[in-house]
């Protein structure tokens, strides 16, 4: 018998589950208070403890770009990790693993569906906070730098498929720990200061999460005088690393817990 | 016989925490291809078990399973190419979606070049008097158009072999005839195409059914065509007798020499026994116990036997709760 070949299908699969999230936004407006006007009023505290703190006046576009990064995180732990805890309980999950498909195409169609909510949220925050409180760049820095987000993204979407597969089978347990992990990351990785000034061993910790290098690197690109934590092609080849790290370590883990979530009846719903 | 399912001493034990429940014990099954195969069973008898392992959800815990020639364990990406499954009452997809859109999306993941798949969905909406609905969100339907949907969804595909789980459960009457119309003109359009479908409504078994087995905790208790199946009860007398309600009876009458099964369905207010008699001479011990427990006959008929009394000879009860008191 003839298929459609997998790469055909894991294309067809990411544009048909981005779809419902995209629509979904579009039929529902709400987020564009949640996804705007919230994490601007968050920054703008930020930038208020800074200013009332004395600090130097390039910590403002620190937060500024942390602010921007904020946001895709936030998309991947939020939805795209916790994403088959919710599709269980529809009902969805066992009729997405059923199909010839792959599980990290739906992950990868459901973020991808969902980012452009994040962009929008990122672009409001980096346009209305640089603007309102005058915050500059370095011109020359910008177009490297938008490589260097793009491959950050990538990295910390690989990310997500990881804790997405971990979720999965270790979901109580792994909301916990989301939750619990979730102001010490923001720490860890820096989105509001230099990640320098953690020191090297915190600062390598941080590291882990493919954010922390990527906004350090930007941060020096297009922010000069930002305090080196490594140099920045180190930085960069580090996520690239990482998107090869995780992508790999992810599409095991994928296949690993299918295989013991179908022996432990965690793809579907109990019925009695 | 050119075999579509072939299940050899199938077994799924579920462990929780507290206890281990064996939902699968031994089951042996060989369904042709073409044949439109039915599971019945009462609830927990291991029906929805059956399924999720043929459709590669749930691994075995011991046994083998092949379905379309392929084994369900080692060679479940191919499978998943050639089956498709719905159940009833299912509630998935998006709710904000269009009904074409969601079927749409479903049928992407199957890898389906977009505008056939359009085309294809355009004309099972129509087959099934769905085609007003085509632009209503999901979360609007009846569910009886609902279910229709699910069934399109399992369709759309062109499965070589579809399961069904329960596909009419909660239905009114119109919408359970219109899904079991289509299951039946979808198997009349390609005569090896194969389904498999449980469900706790002998008529059902019966009317749409080629073929049948009779699941009881975890076993498959008979199997054969419904006509070979009431032929088990033909030398049986079956007498419904309606009660007014009063202690319980079920389990005395049981007793009663010559009674082969009972079983038991509470309807406004009255309760409809139903005996197996292997003779005739049966009734009086039946009647004694009825006049002795004080409860007024409402009625009392013999009659032909139905798939539901080999049913209750097979299963020793009924498919409904039992008699409450
Ligand atoms: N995920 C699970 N974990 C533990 N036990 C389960 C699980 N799923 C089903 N069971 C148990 O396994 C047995 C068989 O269940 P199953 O759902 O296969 O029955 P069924 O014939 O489909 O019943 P129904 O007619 O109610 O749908 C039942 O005792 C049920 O409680
Ligand atoms: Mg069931």
Known sequence: ?272 | MDIAVETRALRRVYKTRSQEVVALDGVDLRIGRGERFGVLGPNGAGKTTLIKILVTLLLPSSGAAFVDGLDVVTQFRELRHRIAMVSGGENVGFGMLKVKEQLWMFSQFYGMPSNPAKRRIAELLERLGLSDAADRRVSGLSSGMRQKMNLIRGLITNPRILFLDEPTVALDVGAARDVRDEVRRWMAEDPTRTVILTTHYMMEADELCDRVAIVNRGRIVAQGTPSELKQQVQQNAIVDIQLSPGRRLLDALREVDGVAGASVAEQDGIDRFTLLLSSDAALGGVMRIVEGSGREIRGLQKREPTLEDAFVKLVGRGMAEEEQG
Request: proline share 4%.
């Open chain 1, 1 to 272: 018998m003839s298929h459609p070949s997998a790469v055909r299908i894991f294309l067809k699969t990411i544009v048909a589950r981005a779809f419902p999230r995209f629509v979904g936004s579009y039929r529902n407006r709400t987020w564009i208070v949640t996804e705007t006007l919230l994490p601007l009023i968050g920054t703008i505290a930020m930038i208020y403890v800074y200013r009332a703190l004395h600090a130097p006046a390039r910590y403002l576009g620190f937060v500024v770009l942390g602010g921007v990064l904020l946001a895709f995180w936030q998309n991947v732990i939020w939805a795209m990790a916790t994403q088959f805890f919710w599709d269980r309980g529809q009902g969805n999950l066992e009729l997405f693993a059923m199909a010839p498909t792959s599980l990290a195409a739906i992950l990868l169609g459901m973020a991808l569906g969902g980012a452009y909510l994040s962009l929008t949220r990122a672009v409001t925050v980096l346009i209305v906070v640089s603007v309102l409180f005058g915050v500059a760049y370095s011109t020359s820095g910008i177009l490297p730098a938008l490589g260097v987000f793009i491959l950050t993204i990538c990295a910390l979407y690989c990310l997500g498929m990881l804790l997405a597969s971990v979720f999965l089978f270790y979901h109580r347990e792994a909301w916990h720990l989301a939750d619990a992990l979730q102001e010490p990351i923001y720490f860890l990785s820096g989105f509001y200061f230099p990640i320098r000034s953690l020191g090297a061993f915190v600062g390598g910790v941080g590291s882990l999460i493919p954010l922390t290098l990527g906004l350090d690197a930007i941060r020096q690109l297009i922010l000069p005088g930002t305090p080196q934590f490594i140099p920045l092609h180190w930085e960069i080849v580090a996520v690239v690393g990482q998107i090869v790290l995780y992508a790999v370590l992810s599409q095991v883990s994928l296949r690993y817990l299918e295989r013991l979530a179908r022996q432990d009846a965690r793809l579907i719903l109990r019925s009695t």
